[in-house]
């Protein structure tokens, strides 16, 4: 048996021997990104003291699953969450369209309940609930759960598992449509976690989840998308494996340009088997299910951090003033793989107001709002939230610097040619 770390529980980690979806103790250490703190513990001041926790990623010679090596307790993670889902323009606008799909696709009639599980500050369920649904959102982030309620969405401030589910179910009666974004790659026990979401599922409900797709990870060498909050990385496979498991069918597997690529996997109990799925033979060819894809991706990795550190080296050493544009959780997995401190990038600026006068974790660079950048005009600017490319440039067309975009390879964007 795994040791489970509960919540509540003194024990700030624990080590990882078997698979969390099949179990197997086959386990393969493929990439070491070494120690790293936790990518969203933003500090007070530059010399508070922090943890720092192995960055191990294994992979599961029985279904494939890449997981980390170490599994960080989530009460040091997730009950304060600097993270809110509106702060880009992109993803409301992406949860716009999926309010949209949900609406006319997935609910068999406006009574059912819509359930969010990892709602963040409900900016799913604000849409789904302008549309006449009825919502609940669960979120262990008390922040989060706070700015949810204030704006009229319902929102349990908990961690989501089985025993939860049966409260809900005995009070609310069962959910016609369970979602799940970016919120499976954060969860230990997923066993728990599934029996929970289909207890609480009607028999025709749905259960959609979105994940960061391990296909765009493994092909753009997404290095800094691996931090202690994402436990697992994803392919189609091991995900169809655990539906199976508890009776939900594969539905659908969409591709999405959201988070660097990601996939929103549906699944029903009514269904009697899974419907054709071509991504099983895509990701065959791709080589996700087999080691030796991840072992290259390590060396894919190794060449990469130095080719960013090489080129920002360069740059600082003709003098120029290098920032850093947002402050996501995957900018501080890139900067302290790399090294990157406040020797190289004078600041960073963010929109958000949870880090905005903070410190980044390890590396301890101020961030600022974003009004500093537009008025000091650096000559570089590291594009740290690089997967809002297009929304920053576009935002930022008045800037007379110089984006760097540091992913799938560092890349100086012409002033005239920001693509
Ligand atoms: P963003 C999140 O990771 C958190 P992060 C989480 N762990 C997860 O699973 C993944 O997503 C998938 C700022 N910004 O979305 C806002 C600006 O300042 O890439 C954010 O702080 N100005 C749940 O943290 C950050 O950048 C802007 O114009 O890596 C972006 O964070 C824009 C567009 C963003 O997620
Ligand atoms: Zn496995």
């Known amino acids: 048996m795994r040791t489970k770390i509960r919540s509540g529980s003194g024990l700030d980690f624990r080590r990882v021997s078997r698979c969390r979806v099949c179990g197997t103790k086959d386990l393969a250490k493929v990439i070491d990104l070494k120690s790293t703190p936790l990518a969203n513990s933003f500090l007070n001041t530059p010399s508070e003291k922090e943890s720092w926790f192995p960055l191990e990623v294994l992979y599961c010679n029985g279904c494939a699953l890449l997981q980390l090596s170490h599994v960080v307790n989530p009460n040091l993670m997730f009950k304060e969450y600097p993270y809110r889902s509106s702060s880009s323009a992109s993803m409301p606008q992406h949860f716009r369209e999926l309010a949209q799909l949900i609406s006319s696709e997935f609910m068999a009639s406006s009574k059912q309940l819509v359930v969010e599980i990892g709602s963040n500050d409900g900016t799913l369920l604000a849409a789904l609930k302008e549309r006449g649904l009825q919502v609940l959102g669960i979120d262990p982030a008390a922040n989060l759960a706070r700015i949810a309620n204030e704006r009229g969405v319902e929102t349990l401030p908990q961690f989501f598992d089985s025993d939860m589910a049966d409260q809900i179910r005995e009070r ?20 728990d976690f599934m029996q929970g979401a289909t207890s609480l599922l009607e028999n025709d409900g749905i259960l959609s989840v979105e994940v960061p797709y391990v296909g765009d990870l493994n092909q753009n060498v997404e290095y800094d998308t691996i931090y202690h909050e994402h436990l697992s990385y994803f392919s189609v496979h091991p995900i169809s494996r655990l539906f199976s498991n508890f009776g939900l069918r594969l539905e659908s597997v969409t591709r999405l340009d959201v988070h660097g690529g990601s996939i929103r996997v549906t699944g029903r109990k009514s269904r009697k088997k899974d419907s054709r799925i071509p991504f099983m033979e895509f990701e065959k060819r791709c080589g996700l299910n087999k080691v030796e894809t991840y072992e290259s991706l390590s060396g ?90 297009k929304e920053i440039v576009l935002k930022e067309r008045d800037y007379t610097g110089q984006f760097i975009v540091p992913i799938p390879s560092p890349k100086v964007l012409s002033q005239n040619n920001r693509s």
Request: aromatic share 10%.
């Open 172 to 191: 609310r009666g069962k959910a016609g449509v369970i979602i799940a974004n970016n919120v499976l790659a954060h969860v230990d026990d997923l066993h």
């Open 300 to 389: 894919r990795i190794e060449y990469q951090k130095e080719y960013l550190k090489h080129t920002l080296g360069n740059l600082k050493s003709k003098g120029s003033m290098i920032v850093g544009y947002g402050a996501p959780a995957k900018g501080n997995t890139l900067l302290n793989v790399c090294e990157i401190g406040p020797e190289t990038l004078d600041y960073v600026i963010d929109t958000t107001p949870e880090k905005i006068g903070k410190f980044t974790p390890g590396m301890h660079i101020p961030i600022y709002e974003t009004e500093r950048f537009r008025k000091d005009q650096p000559r570089y600017c590291l594009m740290l939230a690089w997967n809002y490319e």
